[in-house]
C-alpha cells in the first residue's frame, strides 16, 4: 500500500477520535465553580470562548472578588482521556517563560500564568486573558491589512520567538491564528504569541545551552499552509524552522489571498511543499510585487541555515525596518484595529448572540436537545418567549369562560357587600398565617394555603356557583 494513503488514513483517524471527544465532551455552564484544592481558589465561569480537539477555553472571574468584579482570565481546559497530554507543556513553558520576564527589560508576548489544577474529568489552567487573533481583526476589519500595520506585526512577532528561542523551546506552530492582541483599549496594541501545545525543548535540560541532538525521523506537527519543508519532510526541526513559518506568516498578513502562492492548495501536503520549494529556489521571481524586496532577501538567508544554527534576529529585524523606511511608513502610526477594536468586539457578540439565538431554536423546533454553554442562556430566553406567547394565544373560550366566571363572582359580591368587606379580612389574616407558617422562601404552600382559606370563608351557593361556572 502507498505510504501516503497510510498516512492519510491515520490522518483520519486522529481526526474521527478528536471529532467524537469533541462531540460527546459537555461543556461547563456559566457560574459553574471551578475549585483548586490545593490553595482554595475559585473560578466562576463567565463563558466559553472556544474549544480544541481534547479541550476547551473559558472566560473565568477569580471568585473572591465577587461577582462585580472586572477582572477576567481565561481558562483552559484538557480532558484526562486526551490522546496526548498538551496542556502540562504548555504549563511549564509558561513558567520558564514568567521566570524570563522577570530578569527581562523587553516587552512580553506571553500570557501569564496564575493557577492550575485538577478535577474528576479534566487538568486546567488560568492565564493572562487576551483579544482576538489577527487571522480574527482581519475578518472583523473585512479588508486587508496596511504595509504599515504588518511590519509592525512582524517585528513583535520575531521579538517573540527571539524570547522563546532564548528560554529553550521552538513553536512549531507559528500562523495569523495562533497571535493574538491584548485586550483593548490598555493592551490592543501588543501581541501575545500563544498554543505551545506542539512546542518542544531545543536543549537537553532547562539549565543547560546543549543543543538537543537532530532525529532523522519526526511525525508531522504543525499546519500545513505554514509549517516549514522540514515539518513536511517529517524531520526534525529547529530554531530555523520557526524563521520560516513566521515569514510565511508575514507573508499571509501582506495579503490573504495573494501573500502566499499556496493559497487556495487545500489538504495536498505534497504540491503545497512543492510551491515552498519553488519560493525558496527564487523568491523575487514568485512573490507578488507588493511584497517588499527585503522578505525576498530574509527568504534568502533563511535558505542558508541548517538545524544547529542560531538565527540572526538584529539581520531580519533590520530588513523589516529598511522595508519600512523604503516605503515612507511611519512605524509609529496607529494599528488598523486601534481605537475601533472594543466597538468592534461588541458587534461581534451581539451578532454572535443573535445567531446563537437562531440555532437554538431551529434546535429547540427540531428535536428539543439540550443546548450546551451559552446556548443555553440563549434557549432559556426562547424558551420563556415562547410560553408567554402561548399565555396571550390561548383559545377564544378559554378567556370568555375567564371573564363569565368574573361577572358572576362581581353579581355575588354586589348582591351580599357585607361578605364582601368579610371577605376580605378573612384573605388578610389569612395571608398572614399562611405567610408566618410556610415562611417567605414557600411559595407554593403559601398559594395553596390561601386558596384553601378563601374556600372555606366563601359562602356555601357562592362556592358551588363558582364551582359550575368553571365546570
Known amino acids: 500500500m502507498d505510504v501516503n494513503r497510510i498516512k492519510s488514513k491515520a490522518i483520519e483517524k486522529n481526526a474521527a477520535i478528536i471529532s467524537a471527544e469533541r462531540k460527546n465532551r459537555q461543556l461547563l455552564l456559566p457560574n459553574t465553580l471551578i475549585v483548586n484544592e490545593a490553595n482554595k481558589t475559585q473560578w466562576r465561569i463567565i463563558s466559553h470562548l472556544g474549544s480544541g480537539g481534547f479541550g476547551d477555553v473559558y472566560k473565568v472571574a477569580d471568585e473572591k472578588y465577587g461577582k462585580k468584579t472586572k477582572k477576567y482570565y481565561a481558562m483552559k481546559t484538557e480532558m484526562h482521556s486526551a490522546k496526548m497530554h498538551r496542556l502540562r507543556l504548555e504549563q511549564a513553558i509558561l513558567k520558564e517563560l514568567a521566570e524570563y520576564d522577570r530578569t527581562s527589560k523587553k516587552k512580553q ?235 468592534m468586539l461588541k458587534i461581534k457578540i451581539l451578532l454572535k448572540g443573535r445567531k446563537l439565538s437562531r440555532e437554538v431554536m431551529a434546535d429547540i423546533k427540531r428535536s428539543g436537545e439540550e443546548a450546551k454553554g451559552e446556548e443555553t442562556m440563549h434557549r432559556d430566553r426562547i424558551q420563556e418567549k415562547l410560553r408567554l406567547r402561548r399565555i396571550k394565544e390561548r383559545p377564544h373560550d378559554d378567556r370568555t369562560r375567564t371573564v363569565s366566571m368574573s361577572k358572576e363572582t362581581d353579581n355575588l359580591n354586589a348582591k351580599k357587600p357585607d361578605s364582601v368587606i368579610s371577605d376580605k379580612l378573612i384573605t388578610q389574616e389569612s395571608d398572614r398565617q399562611a405567610r408566618n407558617f410556610c415562611g417567605s422562601g414557600d411559595q407554593c404552600s403559601f398559594r395553596r394555603l390561601k386558596r384553601e382559606s378563601l374556600r372555606n370563608s366563601m359562602p356555601s351557593s357562592s362556592a358551588s356557583r363558582n364551582r359550575n361556572e368553571i365546570s
Open 109 to 343: 508576548h506571553f500570557c501569564q500564568l496564575f493557577d492550575d489544577g485538577n478535577t474528576k474529568n479534566f487538568s486546567w489552567i488560568v492565564m493572562t486573558l487576551i483579544g482576538p487573533s489577527l487571522d480574527q481583526i482581519r475578518k472583523m476589519l473585512n479588508k486587508q491589512f496596511s504595509a504599515t500595520s504588518v511590519i509592525n506585526m512582524a517585528l513583535q512577532t520575531l521579538d517573540a520567538i527571539h524570547h522563546m528561542h532564548d528560554v529553550g523551546f521552538i513553536h512549531r506552530d507559528l500562523k495569523p491564528g495562533n497571535i493574538c492582541v491584548g485586550i483593548p483599549p490598555k493592551d490592543e496594541t501588543t501581541l501575545f504569541l500563544l498554543d505551545f501545545g506542539i512546542s518542544r525543548r531545543i536543549y537537553k535540560s532547562a539549565k543547560s545551552r546543549i543543543l538537543r541532538k537532530e532525529r532523522t525521523k519526526v511525525p508531522f506537527f504543525g499546519t500545513r499552509k505554514f509549517c516549514s519543508r522540514t515539518c513536511h519532510l517529517e524531520k526534525d526541526q529547529g530554531r530555523k524552522d520557526d524563521i520560516e513559518c513566521f515569514i510565511y506568516t508575514v507573508l499571509d498578513l501582506f495579503h490573504h489571498e495573494k501573500g502566499i502562492p499556496w493559497n487556495k492548495i487545500i489538504g495536498d501536503s505534497k504540491k503545497i511543499l512543492e510551491k515552498k520549494n519553488e519560493l525558496f529556489s527564487d523568491p523575487k521571481s514568485v512573490l507578488n510585487p507588493m511584497i517588499p524586496v527585503q522578505v525576498c532577501d530574509i527568504i534568502e538567508y533563511i535558505e542558508t541555515l541548517k538545524f544547529e544554527d542560531e538565527v540572526d534576529y538584529k539581520l531580519i529585524e533590520n530588513e523589516l525596518i529598511e522595508a519600512a523606511n523604503e516605503r515612507s511608513l511611519n512605524l509609529k502610526e496607529k494599528l488598523d484595529w486601534q481605537g475601533k477594536l472594543e466597538d
